[in-house]
């Protein structure tokens, strides 16, 4: 079983709709999560940290379930600027190592 | 403006030869790590440097070396050892070595095996 697991898409999504991914994790020892985004052909950036207790940036809200072993991203009002792919990450805890997602797809049609 | 520098960006390769993959960073950052990517898999680490002369394995280091000379540098080595040597290439670093840091990647360098 993979560390992260994130749903491929694509998602499809028209401007100004609000979407939202998941992502599993496998480790519950996990302590660290993050959001990078990926544009095509380009280098992750960081989106947001994922904080227990849910954070938001603007349109963007990350939340972390630890009960059931997932972390979350909410894109509000998407603007085509959104498009990308957006990479779960996880930390291994005790290993300071980073597990990344294959990503998720998200393409905002005008 | 701080930042990691990838050279070069593109490079071609004939089976059989080394190539050496540049990484520079002006962050300060104590830890350096090498990540490779292939389409429809996440990035999977091929080493790591916590720290200056320091260097370790990560999940995929058959056919590749690294070394760490000077803080700001951590160049990665393909060798003809590695047998599917074609992807995506990017280097990274954070402050200290710890799940909970964020990285900054390069741009990368996309490596093809003709």
């Known amino acids: 079983r993979k560390e992260v697991e994130q749903d491929p898409g694509p998602f499809n999504v028209p401007e100004g709709a609000t979407v939202a991914f998941n992502c599993t994790y496998s480790?519950?020892?996990?302590?660290?999560f993050f959001w990078y985004r990926q544009d095509c052909r380009k280098e992750p950036k960081l989106l947001m940290s994922?904080?227990?207790s849910g954070n938001e940036d603007g349109r963007f809200t990350a939340q972390l379930n630890r009960a059931s072993q997932y972390i979350s991203l909410l894109i509000r009002d998407s603007k085509l600027s959104d498009s990308a792919t957006y990479l779960c990450?996880?930390?291994?805890?005790?290993?300071?190592?980073?597990?990344f997602g294959t990503g998720t797809r998200l393409t905002v049609i005008p | 403006d701080g930042g990691i520098t990838q050279s070069p960006k593109y490079l071609f390769r004939k089976e059989g030869q080394n190539v050496t993959l540049s990484c520079e960073q002006n962050l300060n950052h104590d830890a350096m790590y090498w990540y490779r990517q292939d389409p429809g898999q996440g990035l999977r680490l091929i080493y790591y440097s916590q720290i200056v002369n320091d260097f370790q394995k990560g999940d995929i280091a058959e056919g590749y070396s690294v070394s760490r000379e000077k803080k700001e540098s951590f160049p990665l080595t393909v060798t003809s050892a590695q047998k599917n040597p074609t992807a995506f290439y990017l280097c990274a670093s954070s402050r200290v070595f710890s799940g909970a840091n964020v990285l900054t990647f390069g741009a990368g360098s996309r490596l093809t095996v003709l």
């Open positions: 994922v904080y227990s």
């Open positions: 480790n519950s020892a996990s302590q660290s």
């Open positions: 990450v996880g930390d291994q805890t005790g290993a300071n190592n980073l597990f």
